[in-house]
């Protein structure tokens, strides 16, 4: 009978320390996942970053907003939020 509670205490014990190591890589790929996640959040803001300036850049230019929208995946409101159009005034002459 104690041959058999000792490896039932064994087996006890091998469980727990199995549970402790599981946990501990649990705790590390949670810490990572979050890394990741966190450079993602920043790689993205980058991407969105060049999108605009590239809109910008394209309606600077002269392109249409419909056809700027249409090729960025976007509405030509939202081009317009990104890269308004400015009105030039001409000075009026006396």
Do not use: C
């Not at 392109?63 to 409101?77: I, Q």
């Amino acid at each position: 009978m104690a041959k058999k509670k000792n490896h039932i205490l064994n087996a006890l014990e091998s469980i727990a320390k199995a549970q402790e190591e599981l946990e501990t890589r649990v705790e590390k790929h949670d810490k990572i996942i979050e890394s990741q996640g966190q450079d993602i959040a920043k790689l993205e803001k980058q991407v969105m970053s060049l999108r605009d300036q590239a809109i910008q850049a394209e309606v600077a230019s002269g392109e249409r907003s419909d056809s700027v929208a249409k090729k960025y995946g976007v509405t030509p409101s939202r081009v317009a939020q990104i890269a308004p159009r400015k009105e030039f005034h001409r000075p009026k002459l006396n």
